[in-house]
């Protein structure tokens, strides 16, 4: 099934992609990078990076709208609650067939297991802020933040990309 598919992959997303260090100017390098991977493909995003609890990036992107912001802010809200990719955590509510509402008591209005939001992990150090873009359909969010990420780190991201990677069976 498509779901368990890319669950597994995301899990190995999450093994991977994760940072030696990240500071303020890794911040500024992933989301630039975002910034000119959306305008190459001509997509209306918003974009914003946390750490800390602290803005460390944001970009809006023309074409992108108010609710971009509201969107990053309820993705982020998964991503830093549950310690996962906000898709991961939509999948698997998918796959119980409930919601974050029903299952944990969370307020829709402030939570969206939808894809687009991705933790920043450091090794030895753990999560300590998120990546959010906003605007494309849910998995091409996610997909996007990934590809970005292992472009940064200098990896080839298609051993995990969920269209190219192939299926552990």
């Keep these: 099934m498509a779901i368990e598919n890319d669950l597994s992959l995301i899990l190995e997303q999450e093994r991977v992609l994760q940072f ?8 500024w390098e992933l989301g630039s990078r975002l ?28 074409g992108s709208v108010p609710d971009n912001a509201q969107w990053i802010r309820r993705k982020r809200n998964v991503a830093m609650r549950f310690g996962h990719p906000s898709y991961a955590i939509g999948l698997g509510l998918a796959l119980e067939n409930r919601t974050l509402s029903d299952k944990y008591g969370v307020d829709p209005a402030d939570y ?6 991705f933790p920043i992990v450091v090794r030895g150090v753990g999560s300590i802020g998120t990546v959010t873009v906003s605007g494309l359909p849910q998995r091409e969010d996610h997909k996007m ?22 299926v552990v069976v």
Excluded: E, K
Excluded at 155 to 165: E, Q, V, Y
């Design 145 to 166: 933040v990934v590809q970005a990420i292992a472009d940064m780190m200098g990896l080839d991201g298609r051993s995990i990309d969920l269209d190219i990677a192939p």
């Design 112 to 117: 969206a297991a939808h894809g687009g939001s």
């Design 20 to 27: 030696d260090r990240f500071d303020l100017g890794s911040a």
């Design 35 to 62: 910034r000119d991977m959306a305008v190459s493909g001509g997509h209306s995003v918003a974009i914003d990076i946390q750490m800390n609890g602290m803005p460390a990036f944001y970009a809006a992107l023309p």
